[in-house]
């Protein structure tokens, strides 16, 4: 399967097909309006502002799966986004990103790019943080928090997977090169 053979739901329940994003750059997101890295909304805002009228779509799924950190429904999460973060982009249903309940978009997304380590300031703090719940989280393709982040070029390809710890705004210029 391809991403494009993939559907999802809007907020609001209603089925949305990949193959609408055919041809844009897409920032696929995992999110959470409690947690340390939520004002990473900000950076992804500044990303959605500055190329989506060149072909970035950012697409946010929030998820409950870290720390209870998403506890919100789906209209409260889309609020909470639009009052403190201001963002244009659309939330999507919240969802599970691992075990027997991930939806298969996310199946598909960790099969294509697996966890390849935590990087930068907060890398060495998620890498004890994690490893304490798991001590073998480095060799699954799992998920291992919040604003995990994918990039897909115009082609459906999976480009890169981005951890929590990475900044949006240090995605900016990859997008730029796929855009």
Request: with cysteine.
């Amino acid at each position: 399967m391809a991403i494009y053979d993939y559907t999802v739901l809007d907020r609001k329940g209603n089925e949305v097909s990949m193959a609408d994003f055919k041809g844009k750059v897409l920032l696929i997101v995992n999110t959470a309006t409690g947690c340390g890295f939520t004002p990473q909304y900000k950076g992804l805002e500044e990303l959605w502002q500055k190329y989506h009228d060149k072909g970035l779509e950012i697409l946010d799924f929030p998820c409950d799966q870290f720390g209870h950190q998403a506890p919100e429904d789906d209209e409260g999460i889309h609020e909470f986004c639009q009052m403190k973060y201001n963002t244009s982009f659309d939330n999507f249903k919240k969802i599970e990103v691992n075990g027997e309940n991930e939806i298969p978009l996310y199946t598909y997304l960790k099969s294509q790019k697996g966890f390849a380590g935590f990087t930068g300031a907060k890398g060495a703090f998620m890498s004890l943080f994690i490893g304490k719940a798991d001590p073998n989280f480095k060799e699954t393709p799992s998920i291992k928090w919040n604003f995990t982040k994918f990039l897909v070029d115009r082609e459906g390809n999976v480009i890169e997977r981005f951890e929590s710890t990475v900044e949006p705004k240090k995605i900016a210029e990859k997008i730029e090169n796929l855009l």
